[in-house]
Nanobody, 121 residues
Framework: QVQLVESGGGLVQAGGSLRLSCAVSGTAFSTKAMGWYRQAPGKQRELVAGISSGRSTNYADSVKGRFTISRDNAKNTVYLQMNSLKPEDTAVYYC???????????????WGKGTLVTVSS
């Protein structure tokens, strides 16, 4: 059974930090690209960050310089370090596993169920 389980969400004040984790089981991890997406109330899901199996990364312009995606293949876990959080970062954050080793925004094989991040002003 494939599972992508996010954790680390919560309530934080603007300017604060959170680290999201996504533990992956039941499927390949180290050879696959991973990504983080988010969906704010009333908006479409959008890409936050992606990481290839070789650890190449890409970010949405809105989070560049504030968020960092990383992976630990020994733990089958991908992380999203979020610093200098803003109220507009409030959303449900989803972990995703790609089909291949390179990250492609719409090439997602599996999704997690999401974790809520709320940033208060």
């Amino acid at each position: 059974q494939v599972q992508l389980v996010e954790s680390g969400g919560g309530l934080v004040q603007a300017g604060g930090s959170l680290r999201l984790s996504c533990a992956v089981s039941g499927t390949a991890f180290s050879t696959k690209a991973m990504g983080w997406y988010r969906q704010a109330p009333g908006k479409q899901r959008e890409l936050v960050a992606g990481i290839s199996s070789g650890r190449s990364t890409n970010y949405a312009d809105s989070v560049k310089g504030r968020f960092t995606i990383s992976r630990d293949n020994a733990k089958n876990t991908v992380y999203l370090q979020m610093n200098s959080l803003k109220p507009e970062d409030t959303a449900v954050y989803y972990c995703a596993r790609g089909y291949g080793s390179s990250f492609v925004e719409h090439d997602i094989r599996y999704w997690g169920k999401g974790t809520l991040v709320t940033v208060s002003s």
